[in-house]
Each structure stands twice: as structure tokens, then as C-alpha cells.
T-cell receptor, first 111, second 113 residues
Framework: QKEVEQDPGPLSVPEGAIVSLNCTYSNSAFQYFMWYRQYSRKGPELLMYTYSSGNKEDGRFTAQVDKSSKYISLFIRDSQPSDSATYLCAMSAYNNNDMRFGAGTRLTVKP | DVKVTQSSRYLVKRTGEKVFLECVQDMDHENMFWYRQDPGLGLRLIYFSYDVKMKEKGDIPEGYSVSREKKERFSLILESASTNQTSMYLC????????????FGPGTRLTVL
């Protein structure tokens, strides 16, 4: 079993839809949770960074962590074609150099 | 604008060749990383460095070595390239104060024939 599981998709939604991206994990020690966005032919860029459980909102993006279920989510409201990218979850037990990445979910938002 | 740059976007090499991938960051970051990215497997850490001349093995170091002679530069070396090293290679850097916030380069697509 992989430490971090992420459905690779692909996921295709119409413009304006609410998108839900998810990851599950097995290591209960994880307490730092990140979402990276990767456009085609580019490197990943950090989108959201949360610590422990709870929600964090940034504009149209909301990151949610449920440590009891070992489940994290990224919600995108009013999705735009410019949101089309691969979204990778990442997590670590400590704020150190040991991060574990999901495989990434490829999202397409159609105009 | 902060930047991580990688020496090549695309590289084609033959089996057995020695391959050098270079990465430069301009953010004065202490930490630098080399990952490979393969479909369905996500990013896997090859090596990282937390200081000049210091290095630590990641999850898949076999067949690779690294060099960090200057703070801003981190090189990945494939001593004898093999076809199973065909992949996307991503370099990243982060500060010692916030190591989880990694900044990535654009990647090098390496094909070994």
C-alpha cells in the first residue's frame, strides 16, 4: 500500500463547477499537508499549505484536512479553464525535508 | 521573481552514457532536492542536500549521485544511464526555516535510448 493515495483521474468538469480533489494516507504521523499545482510542461507550485486538521481558504480554493479519517481534500469553487492542471497532494510528519507526494490528479475545466 | 532553473528541458542520451543534470536557485535556499516524476508514481525523492557539500539519500538513490559545491547549484549525475532512468527530473529548493515550501524548476525530460 502506498503511503499517499490519490486518484489520477483524469477529471473533466465544465467551467463554473465545484471541483473536489482528494487524497488518503496511511501514516498517522503526517501533520503538514500541501497541495501543489502543476501546469503542463512546468514544475509544481505550492498552492495551499495547512497544518494539522481543519480548513484553510484562499480565494476560490479551500483545503480541508480530516486526520481522524486520514483524508485531505482540495475544493475549487467557480472553476476556470486556467485551473486545468495536475494537482498533487503532499504531506510530511515534520517540517523537514521528508515529504510524500501523491501521484497527482489531472483536471481539465472546459469552457 | 524567485527562480529555480534547470540546465536542459529535454535531453536524449544513450545507454551507458554519463549524464549531468544541473539546477540553480537564486533564493539563497539551504535545501535542494532532486526528484523524478513518473506517471502513476508521483514524485519520488532521489537525493537532497541541506548545505554545501552535504547530501542525503532519498527513496531511490540507486544509479544516481549528486554534487553540491556551491549553495546555489545542485547537480544530479547518472554514472551510466539506463533505459529505466527515462523520466522527468525535477529540482526543488526550500529554506531551512520552511522546508516544506519547496520551489520547483521546470523539469528535464530525459530519454535514455
Amino acid at each position: 500500500q502506498k503511503e499517499v493515495e490519490q486518484d489520477p483521474g483524469p477529471l473533466s468538469v465544465p467551467e463554473g463547477a465545484i471541483v473536489s480533489l482528494n487524497c488518503t494516507y496511511s501514516n498517522s504521523a503526517f501533520q503538514y499537508f500541501m497541495w501543489y499545482r502543476q501546469y503542463s510542461r512546468k514544475g509544481p507550485e505550492l498552492l495551499m499549505y495547512t497544518y494539522s486538521s481543519g480548513n484553510k481558504e484562499d480565494g476560490r480554493f479551500t483545503a480541508q484536512v480530516d486526520k481522524s479519517s486520514k483524508y485531505i481534500s482540495l475544493f475549487i469553487r467557480d472553476s476556470q479553464p486556467s485551473d486545468s492542471a495536475t494537482y498533487l497532494c503532499a504531506m510530511s510528519a515534520y517540517n523537514n525535508n521528508d515529504m510524500r507526494f501523491g501521484a497527482g490528479t489531472r483536471l481539465t475545466v472546459k469552457p | 521573481d524567485v527562480k529555480v532553473t534547470q540546465s536542459s528541458r529535454y535531453l536524449v542520451k544513450r545507454t551507458g552514457e554519463k549524464v549531468f543534470l544541473e539546477c540553480v536557485q537564486d533564493m539563497d535556499h539551504e535545501n535542494m532536492f532532486w526528484y523524478r516524476q513518473d506517471p502513476g508514481l508521483g514524485l519520488r525523492l532521489i537525493y537532497f542536500s541541506y548545505d554545501v557539500k552535504m547530501k542525503e539519500k532519498g527513496d531511490i538513490p540507486e544509479g544516481y549521485s549528486v554534487s553540491r559545491e556551491k549553495k546555489e547549484r545542485f547537480s544530479l549525475i547518472l554514472e551510466s544511464a539506463s533505459t529505466n532512468q527515462t523520466s522527468m527530473y525535477l529540482c526543488a529548493s526550500s529554506s531551512s526555516g520552511n522546508p516544506n515550501e519547496q520551489f520547483f524548476g521546470p523539469g528535464t525530460r530525459l530519454t535514455v535510448l
